[in-house]
């Protein structure tokens, strides 16, 4: 009897955490359309319809003689099919317009802290564009 009872819980616990990572991996796997407001996390890779992104980290550059204020940039690997680039987005100069960049034959533009479409962005937050020519 304690043999089944122990049985039945961890047959219990197993459907349990199965179900989790089955929800988990849908939703690193889903699609995510450009011009949408994106929570992003270090070594999370975000999917979309031509790219997928991940955040690699934060950079931090001291101040110099040149420029006397720390400047941060916020480091992205971007791939698209065998394609791929490292690209960062910085708000030291305190221009904080997007970071445009091209792979695999398309433009993006990449905005973090302001959109010029949507506005004010939380922290951890990015919206990624696919410019049309």
């Given at each position: 009897m304690l043999f089944e009872n122990n049985l039945i819980k961890m047959s219990i616990?197993?459907?349990?955490?199965?179900?989790?990572l089955m929800a988990c991996n849908h939703d690193l796997t889903q699609t995510i359309k450009y011009g949408q407001k994106v929570h992003y996390t270090k070594g999370n890779h975000?999917?979309?319809?031509?790219?997928?992104?991940?955040f690699?980290?934060?950079t931090e550059s001291p101040p110099s003689d040149l420029y006397p204020r720390r400047?941060?940039?916020?480091?992205?690997?971007i791939c698209s099919g065998d394609q791929s680039l490292m690209i960062s987005w910085s708000s030291g100069t305190?221009?904080?317009?997007?970071?445009?960049?091209?792979?695999?034959?398309?433009?993006?533009?990449?905005e973090l802290a302001l959109s010029d479409k949507l506005g004010v962005l939380e922290k951890n937050e990015l919206?990624?564009?696919k410019i049309d020519d």
């Open positions: 616990a197993v459907s349990l955490i199965l179900t989790t975000l999917t979309f319809p031509n790219v997928t992104l991940e690699i980290g934060l400047m941060y940039s916020y480091d992205f690997n305190g221009d904080i317009g997007p970071t445009i960049f091209e792979l695999d034959g398309n433009r993006y533009a990449l919206v990624l564009w």
